[in-house]
Structure formats: structure tokens, C-alpha cells
């Protein structure tokens, strides 16, 4: 899939600003009616329905009138609102190609204003388990409907906030450049996914440092809680890179053990199986861990973790626990999946837009 930005261009200021009040409108409506779209709005010269007929045609809203006469945003439109608050701070200058399609999020090769190469992850809940978020309604509380928006918004700053702690504290993440919305800017890592390694120089020390990067994670407070062979990047010198952060947990979440040692077995799984490697270690203890860890030491997080009394991050937690308990059952099938149409490049022919 190729984000195709250039409509960007031609997006006159007023039509970007229909596109915000859709934003805001979509706080409350599913749809939001025309009449509310254009006192949000506020064009000075009126002319909102040439704006509508504008964003309509660049395929970023959606036109309902089933009950009355309204627009939503499109996943386009969303990306373009991003993009484009992205470019206006000078964080992106280009887009590329796709680099990544995760479960629910797309991944793409992006250029700073120094040119330098960056990986710009768009999130996208409620793609693959729409159902599952609807079902469980009650974590909405005050909010009248669902909205993708909004969880995909909550889940890139979460992300943001674990990478820049982790990152901070000497992990080895993408280094965090920005966030806007669901978007989340990072380093671009110069490495393959683990499931797409067939044969490792140093096997047993890629497992090793899995296995001290979760422990060390634990002792600092956090459960990486999907860390499997599509979440790790290694490069050609044998260094393991993590990532996915939206749905860590703190080790005192009341799953954590249980999360801590599916992370573990997933990767002791993954080298069994396909790398013919068992580790003649011990398999890191939660509970030692945690009882040797010092408080002091637990890494900030500026976002109220998962499981908390906050409606956001329990609106996020009941989210991704749900998807987690769906996943468990069918992981190597969904992970296969989502990954199929993924394309890994380091090629120096990336065209890039804007
Ligand atoms: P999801 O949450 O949808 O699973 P991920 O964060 O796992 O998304 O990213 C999906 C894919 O995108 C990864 O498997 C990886 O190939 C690629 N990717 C993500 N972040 C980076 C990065 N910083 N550098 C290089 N590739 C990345
Ligand atoms: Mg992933």
C-alpha cells in the first residue's frame, strides 16, 4: 500500500479546516451533522459545500445520510490530519513506501527535514477485531459511541510514552521523535524481523538478550505483553531491537506473571521450533524478579498505566486484553497473516511524496 500524500498539496486551507471540525464533531457523533461542521468550521466566506464535495472526492470522509445529512472522517483523512500537523512542525518532509503492516497498525518509510530516513507508524484499532471493542461497551463510559479515533489516538501516545521511557532508560527501542494523533514518528531500525530470520551468526546470544531485556523490563517495572519473533528486529551484528509498546503493563497489573512468562514462551517457542535452539538456562522467574527489584528504579511513565482507575487507559486496557485473549488462541495463524503483506526495505529506490 503506498500512502499517496499528494492531495496535500492541493488541500486549500479551508477544506483543512472542514477536516478538523469533522475531527472535533467526531468527539460526540459518529456522523457529524453538516449544520455542526460548519459552525466548527467557521469559514469566513461560508462555501462549506464546495469544501464537503472537495474532502468528499479526495476520499477523506465519508458522506452518510441514512439519518440525516453528515460526514465522517475516513482512515485517509485521519492520516492527512496527522501528516499534515507532522509537516507543519517540520518533523517529516517526505513519505515513502510501506515498510510494515502490523494487526493494527501500517508502517511507513519516512523523510525528516534533514533527509534522514525515519519509520512513521500509523495506528489503526479496531481494523482486525471491530467486534470485540463494540462488545465490550462498558469501558466507553461517558463517550456516546465507539470511535477508532480515539482509541487509535490513545494507543500511539501510550506507545510514544513507553518508547521515550524505555528509550531514556537505555533499552534498545526505536529512539521517539514525535506524535501527533495516531501517529507515531521513530528511528528507522536497519534490521530484519526475527521471523523473517532463517539461520542467526549467534543464536544463543540473540536468546540471551531477549531473555535479560524482559527480565531487565520486569525489574524496571514493565511487561512487554506481545513480545514475540514479529516484534523483535535484529541486525547484522546479532542486536535485538523491541518493539510495539501500546500494551505494556506494569508488573503490578493482576495478569502480569501470566503476560510476563507468555512473553517469555513465545521467544523460547520461536527458537525451538525454528531455530533449533533450546537454552540450557533457566527461564527468567517472575516473581524473583520482582521481589529483588528495586522501586526507586522503576522507569517514569508519564501516561497512567493500564488497569488504573483512568477511563482512557482502562478504555485501552479493556481493548487490548480482550484482543490479547482472541489472539492467544489463533497467534501463529493471525501473526502470519498480518504479516504477509509485509515488505521489508532497505533499498535505496523508495519514491517518496510531498
Ligand atoms: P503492530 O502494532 O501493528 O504489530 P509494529 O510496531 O509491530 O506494528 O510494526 C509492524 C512492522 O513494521 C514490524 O514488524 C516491522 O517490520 C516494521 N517496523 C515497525 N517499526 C519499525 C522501525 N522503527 N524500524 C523499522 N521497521 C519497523
Ligand atoms: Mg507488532
Redesign the pocket.
Known amino acids: 500500500m503506498k500512502l499517496d500524500v499528494n492531495a496535500l498539496r492541493y488541500l486549500s486551507k479551508e477544506e483543512y479546516r472542514v477536516l478538523q471540525a469533522i475531527e472535533l464533531g467526531q468527539k460526540n457523533h459518529d456522523i457529524v451533522p453538516v449544520p455542526l461542521i460548519e459552525s466548527l468550521a467557521k469559514l469566513r466566506r461560508g462555501g462549506i459545500a464546495d469544501c464537503l464535495k472537495g474532502v468528499l472526492r479526495q476520499k477523506l470522509v465519508h458522506h452518510d445520510n441514512c439519518k440525516y445529512e453528515g460526514y465522517r472522517l475516513t482512515t485517509l483523512g485521519y492520516d492527512f490530519l496527522a501528516l499534515k500537523a507532522l509537516l507543519n512542525r517540520g518533523a517529516v518532509s517526505a513519505v515513502g513506501q510501506q515498510?510494515?503492516?502490523?494487526?493494527?497498525?501500517?508502517?511507513f518509510?519516512v523523510l525528516d527535514v534533514k533527509g534522514e530516513r525515519?519509520?512513521l507508524?500509523l495506528?489503526?484499532l479496531g481494523r482486525t477485531s471491530f467486534r470485540a471493542v463494540k462488545a465490550k461497551r462498558d469501558y466507553l463510559q461517558h463517550r456516546s459511541s465507539f470511535s477508532w479515533l480515539y482509541l487509535s489516538r490513545l494507543?500511539a501516545a501510550r506507545?510514544y510514552a513507553f518508547m521515550k521511557a524505555l528509550h531514556a532508560g537505555g533499552f534498545p527501542v526505536?529512539r521517539p521523535l514525535d506524535n501527533n494523533r495516531h501517529a507515531v514518528l521513530?528511528?528507522?531500525?536497519?534490521?530484519?524481523?526475527l521471523?523473517?530470520v532463517h539461520d542467526l551468526q549467534d543464536v544463543g546470544g540473540v536468546y540471551s538478550q531477549l531473555m535479560a531485556v524482559l527480565s531487565l523490563l520486569a525489574e524496571r517495572g514493565l511487561v512487554h505483553c506481545?513480545c514475540n519473533e514479529?516484534?523483535v528486529?535484529v541486525d547484522e551484528e546479532c542486536k535485538v531491537?523491541l518493539?510495539?509498546?501500546?500494551q505494556m503493563v506494569p508488573t503490578s497489573h493482576r495478569n502480569a506473571q501470566e503476560l510476563f512468562d507468555r512473553d517469555v514462551a513465545c521467544i523460547t517457542r520461536f527458537f525451538s521450533s525454528k531455530l533449533k535452539f533450546i537454552s540450557e538456562g533457566r527461564c527468567p522467574d517472575f516473581k524473583a524478579i520482582v521481589r529483588c527489584a528495586n522501586p526507586d528504579q522503576a522507569l517514569d511513565i508519564p501516561l497512567t498505566a493500564p488497569g488504573s482507575r483512568s477511563p482512557e487507559c482502562d478504555a485501552l486496557s479493556t481493548y487490548s486484553m480482550t484482543d490479547l485473549a482472541q489472539h492467544e488462541s489463533s497467534r501463529s495463524e493471525t501473526d502470519l497473516e498480518?504479516?504477509t503483506a509485509?515488505v521489508?526495505s532497505g533499498s535505496k529506490d523508495t519514491t517518496y511524496n510531498c
Open positions: 515498510i510494515g503492516v502490523g494487526k493494527e497498525s501500517d508502517v518509510e525515519c519509520a507508524k495506528h489503526r494507543a506507545e526505536p521513530m528511528s528507522l531500525v536497519d534490521a530484519t524481523p521471523y523473517q506481545d514479529f516484534n528486529l531491537t518493539i510495539d509498546f501500546p498480518r504479516n509485509e521489508w
